[in-house]
């Protein structure tokens, strides 16, 4: 059903929904700690409209592989034909196929609320990152703005972005650590690591006991 909402607004997305606003869309890249040269993973892509402020921060050494679901907002995204390392793959975000440890980094740019099982996102995720590698969901519109305008869509409306303390419940289930959450008129971002995988090994399931020592949570007005 999401999928099929998705791949009938292909054709108009970009001249009807997507962010227009190129500043807040390279204010936002400048905020993922991307490192020149790496591989990164955008997860939920739709038509690419990232994937030129990812390639900025990237420079011409990086590798960019966009993920989606829907076969039709990813016919857009090739047809722009991204100069560099750009590759697209269809795919679920709960079942990735790639190899473990894959991407330096993962972004899910204005994509996180639509994932219908969220923890077996981040499970996935976690799992081709490698050991230090970065999580990042971002959004250039604060939490209650996005459920807002999901809420009005019968399709969509119960794709949120999750409250704070279950956000944190799920990334550490998940295994994640070093999370951080600011959410603000102007945004929603939160990254976390995926922590080396002998220090994880050692953390079992304590580490979901005592949640919220282990984050820094920074919130801001709506
Ligand atoms: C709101 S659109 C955002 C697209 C793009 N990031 C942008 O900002 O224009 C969300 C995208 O996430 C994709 N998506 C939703 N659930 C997904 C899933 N489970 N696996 C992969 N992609 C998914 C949708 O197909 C859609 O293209």
């Known amino acids: ?27 936002m890249a400048g905020r993922l700690n991307i490192a020149a040269g790496s591989t990164l993973l955008d997860v939920g892509t739709g038509t690419g409209v990232f994937i030129p402020f990812l390639q900025e921060r990237l420079g011409a050494g990086g590798r960019i592989i966009g993920l989606d679901f829907a ?40 994509s996180f609320p639509h994932f219908q099982d969220k923890l077996a996102a981040f499970i996935e995720m976690k799992r081709v ?54 959410d603000n008129r102007e945004s929603y971002f939160c990254s976390a690591v995926r922590p080396d995988s002998e220090q994880f090994e050692g953390l079992g399931f304590e580490f979901e006991a005592d949640v919220k020592s282990l984050y820094r949570v920074s919130q801001g007005a709506h």
Not at 9 to 23: F, H, I, L
Not at 77 to 92: H, T
Not at 142 to 163: A, L
């Open 129 to 182: 990152l490698r050991d230090g590698g970065r999580l990042f969901i971002c959004h250039t519109s604060s939490r209650h703005h996005i459920n807002g305008i999901h809420q009005r869509i019968p399709v969509v409306c119960d794709d949120i972005i999750p409250e704070e303390d279950e956000m944190l419940r799920l990334l550490a289930r998940a295994g994640f650590t070093d999370i951080e959450i600011e």
């Open 1 to 27: 059903m999401i999928r099929t909402y998705f791949n009938d607004r292909a054709g108009v997305w970009d001249e009807t929904v997507s962010e227009k606003n190129g500043t807040k869309l390279e204010l």
């Open 71 to 110: 076969g039709e907002m990813l016919r857009v995204a090739r047809r722009k034909g991204f100069e560099g390392d750009v590759d697209f793959l269809c795919a679920d975000v709960a079942c990735i196929p790639v190899e473990d440890g894959t991407f330096d980094s993962i972004v899910c740019y204005s």
